[in-house]
Nanobody, 126 residues
Framework: QVQLVESGGGLVQAGGSLRLSCAAS????????MGWFRQAPGKERQFVAT????????NHADSVKGRFTISRDNGKNTVYLQMNSLKPEDTARYYC???????????????????WGRGTQVTVSS
């Protein structure tokens, strides 16, 4: 059983930056693809970014491409989401997810992930 704990959320002005972290425990972290999703009030949860087990391959949603960057440190069992040039529409609760996978690409669909954290709130003011 993998446990995921997100941190790093908060309130930031538009144009600002935040770095989210997700610490994993209970499994062999380097065997898991990791993903970030977000959910705004009244909306469905949406894909943000994914990274494969090695960190070599990443994929970002078009809405965040060029502003957000996913990365991982397998030595620290942690995945990160660097968020720059934040916009009010980025306001959401951000969730970390894990899937056992040694494929070259991480999954982008919510139902492909096996484990989820409780999320961290990001609020961007205009």
């Amino acid at each position: 059983q993998v446990q995921l704990v997100e941190s790093g959320g908060g309130l930031v002005q538009a144009g600002g930056s935040l770095r989210l972290s997700c610490a994993a425990s209970g499994g062999t972290f380097s065997s898991y693809a990791m993903g970030w999703f977000r959910q705004a009030p009244g909306k469905e949860r949406q894909f943000v970014a994914t990274i494969n087990w090695s960190g070599r391959n990443t994929n970002h949603a078009d809405s965040v491409k060029g502003r957000f960057t996913i990365s991982r440190d397998n030595g620290k069992n942690t995945v990160y989401l660097q968020m720059n040039s934040l916009k009010p529409e980025d306001t959401a609760r951000y969730y970390c997810a894990a899937r056992y996978s040694t494929f070259s690409n991480g999954p982008t669909m919510e139902n492909e992930y096996q484990y989820w954290g409780r999320g961290t709130q990001v609020t961007v003011s205009s």
